[in-house]
Structure formats: C-alpha cells, structure tokens
C-alpha cells in the first residue's frame, strides 16, 4: 500500500484526519530549528501541519514509507523506534501517533521517548484503548468501513488504555493529560458523498475507544 499514503482517499485516509488533529497539539515553535522526533512517522502525513520552523524528523522500519516522508520535508532515518539511534534529551517534541497500539514492548518505547525528550520537551501522542469497546469498534467494525484502518492491521491485545499509559508515562517523568477523540459524523458522512476530501476529529470526554495525550517531561 506504499502509494496509498498521499491519496486523501485512499486506504490511509483515516490517518491524514488524526494527523492534523495531532498536530494542532504540537507547541508553537521556542526557537528556531527546535527538533521535533516523529516516532513511525509513515509516510509522513503530519509533516505538512507541523508549525515551521521545527526540524522534523522521522523514525520508520519501512523503506518506502521513509521515501514518501522525505519527499514532504521530514529527515529519514529507518530504525526501530524502541532502539532510537538518537542522543540523550535531544528533542523538542517526541510525536507518537498511532503506534503505541503496535508494539509489545510499551514500557521500553516509553522510556525511550522520555530518554530523547528534553526536560521540559512535549510529548504528543494518540492510541486506541484496551477494552471490549475499542475491540468491536476498531476491529468488528472500522476496519470494515471505508476510511477505516485497513483489515488485520490491529492486534487488540496491544491496545493499551489511558490510565495505563499515564501511569508508563509518569514512571519516566512524563506528565501525560488525555482525552478522547472521534471523528466527526456530519464530515464522515459528506466524506463518504465525495463532498469533502478530509474529516475533522472532535475532541470527546471518553477515552475507551481513540484518544490523545499531551505530556511535559518533568526537569
């Protein structure tokens, strides 16, 4: 599906809607060439969102996907993102969107991130939960909708809630605030008509199925 990343309508169109609402919580820039670590940034679809000035790079295992972000701006490097081949307290801001809910060792890529992140440096994340709920929904359900994640993509024992990546994030020093995220219904609706090439995702109180996070390393 490499060629599917920059199509608004294609089989990752779901991921363009949760880019952008990822990257509304990135901090306005304190500095030129302030570093931003995008963690399995894919073919780099938060790049174009990312506030100038920040020197964006991503991290991926997959060749192709790198190219498709280097041609968008992002600095590649192929690496697993719990192995970081980066410094100690070099970035800015650490994004982790949509790969907590990959990845068996959780509580080593969190450490990761928080050994990369600067005291003070922000984390800006997103996830699907653990639970019945997030299961049917994102599995028995999404992943058979049009926009929806591709099938067999997700394996629910990953799924990791919010209180428990609070709690990991708080281990490391990460102070993390979360709150739940869905899509818009009226736009995935004009979506689905062809009257619209994007669906804005709206902020909810409920964190059982997709939600956000937004952390400050404690100095």
């Given at each position: 599906?490499?060629?599917?990343?920059?199509?608004?309508r294609?089989?990752?169109?779901?991921?363009h809607?949760?880019?952008?609402s990822?990257?509304?919580?990135?901090?306005k820039l304190?500095r030129?060439?302030?570093?931003?670590?995008?963690?399995?940034?894919?073919?780099g679809?938060?790049?174009?969102h990312?506030?100038p000035?920040?020197?964006?790079?991503?991290?991926?295992l997959?060749h192709?996907?790198?190219?498709a972000?280097?041609g968008?701006?992002?600095?590649?490097?192929?690496a697993?993102?719990?192995?970081?081949?980066?410094?100690?307290?070099?970035?800015?801001?650490?994004?982790?969107g949509?790969?907590f809910?990959?990845?068996?060792?959780?509580p080593?890529l969190v450490?990761?991130?928080?050994?990369?992140?600067?005291?003070?440096?922000?984390?800006?994340?997103?996830?699907?939960?653990?639970?019945?709920?997030?299961y049917?929904?994102?599995v028995l359900?999404k992943?058979?909708?049009k926009?929806?994640?591709?099938?067999?993509?997700h394996?629910?024992?990953l799924f990791?809630?919010?209180?428990?990546?609070?709690t990991l994030?708080d281990h490391?020093?990460?102070?993390?605030?979360t709150r739940?995220l869905?899509?818009?219904t009226?736009?995935y609706?004009r979506?689905?008509k062809?009257?619209i090439?994007?669906?804005r995702?709206?902020?909810?109180?409920?964190?059982?199925v997709?939600?956000?996070?937004?952390?400050?390393?404690r100095?």
């Open positions: 599906m490499a060629d599917q990343w920059w199509e608004p294609g089989k990752f169109a779901a991921l809607w949760l880019a952008k990822r990257a509304e919580l990135i901090p304190r030129d060439g302030a570093v931003l670590i995008d963690l399995a940034c894919g073919g679809l938060t790049a174009p990312v506030p000035g920040y020197r964006h790079i991503g991290l991926d997959t192709s996907a790198l190219q972000a280097a968008h701006g992002v600095v590649p490097i192929r697993d993102v719990t192995r970081l081949p980066l410094r100690r307290s070099v970035a800015d801001v650490v994004v982790a949509e790969i809910e990959h990845v068996a060792d959780l080593r450490a990761e991130i928080a050994r990369v992140l600067k005291p003070g440096g922000t984390l800006v994340c997103d996830t699907i939960s653990s639970g019945l709920r997030a049917v929904e994102m359900v992943e058979r909708l926009g929806g994640p591709p099938p067999r993509i394996d629910h024992r990791v809630s919010a209180g428990r990546l609070r994030c490391v020093g990460i102070d993390l605030a739940g869905r899509p818009s009226r736009d609706i979506w689905l062809g009257s090439d994007e669906v995702m709206k902020p909810t109180g409920s964190t059982a997709v939600y956000q996070g937004v952390g400050v390393k100095r």
